[in-house]
């Protein structure tokens, strides 16, 4: 169910649980997105202390709307921390968009071969574009010094962040409800596909000749790296 359904009543409980996460979708609830968790919470499949971005004040929000008791993060699920934004190292990152269908926001530009940028002001910090990156250029900078959770965030960037969201999975319909985690694990198989020498001549698709552009891009960065003797 779409979180931007029409058909939902305002009133919902799911709507109203829905309202006050921050719209990270960083999925660390254990969940695809917000609207997922917001969905069991209302069911009662989910307790309310597994978002670590909305911190301690999000489980009070949350306690406030379910009627469920105010518990402490729950650390497996990570810790309330302040407020990060991607940082992409233009000096490594090689272009090979892997990035671009797990951020939650659309907040990377970009194109094959050539340098991307991540968008500060439409980033979430929901660290889903760090694990695929190939050659480990993307790293997360705090941006509000002290401030953790909710006061790190507000809600008009909650909201922003939710409508980006809700485009993002209008303008890629070829993820197939897939949650950003399963993107994760799929934009990353290519590489390790390419390091194989039998896949490689095998292949004659494209996709497949994109996975030896990356990889044979991905061992010129590695071999770059290595202190010269």
């Given at each position: 169910m779409s979180p931007s359904d029409p058909s939902l009543p305002e009133t919902t409980l799911f709507n109203r649980i829905h309202a006050v996460l921050p719209q990270t979708q960083c999925t660390r609830c254990g969940y695809p997105d917000c609207a997922a968790y917001a969905h069991a919470i209302a069911d009662d499949a989910a307790p309310i202390n597994q978002c670590p971005p909305g911190g301690q004040e999000g489980v009070?929000?949350?306690?406030?709307i379910t009627g469920s008791p105010v518990t402490a993060l729950n650390p497996a699920n990570g810790a309330e921390g302040p407020r990060a934004i991607a940082v992409i190292d233009e000096a490594w990152c090689i272009g090979c968009t892997l990035c671009l269908p797990v951020c939650p926001t659309d907040a990377i530009l970009g194109s094959n071969k050539?340098?991307?940028i991540v968008i500060?002001?439409?980033?979430?910090?929901?660290?889903?574009?760090?694990?695929?990156?190939?050659?480990?250029?993307i790293s997360l900078e705090n941006i509000p010094g002290?401030?953790?959770?909710?006061?790190?965030?507000?809600?008009?960037?909650?909201?922003k962040a939710l409508e980006r969201y809700t485009l993002h999975s209008t303008r890629r319909p070829e993820t197939g409800g897939r949650s950003p985690k399963t993107l994760v694990k799929e934009e990353k198989a290519p590489i390790q596909a390419a390091s194989s020498p039998t896949g490689a001549e095998n292949s004659a698709s494209a996709a497949e000749q994109k996975r030896l552009v990356i990889a044979t891009a991905l061992a010129r960065a590695r071999?770059?790296?290595k202190p010269k003797s």
């Open positions: 009070q929000r949350l306690a406030a050539t340098m991307h500060e002001s439409h980033c979430t910090g929901c660290e889903l574009c760090i694990p695929v990156c190939p050659v480990d250029c002290e401030r953790t959770g909710w006061s790190a965030w507000s809600q008009p960037e909650a909201g071999a770059a790296r």
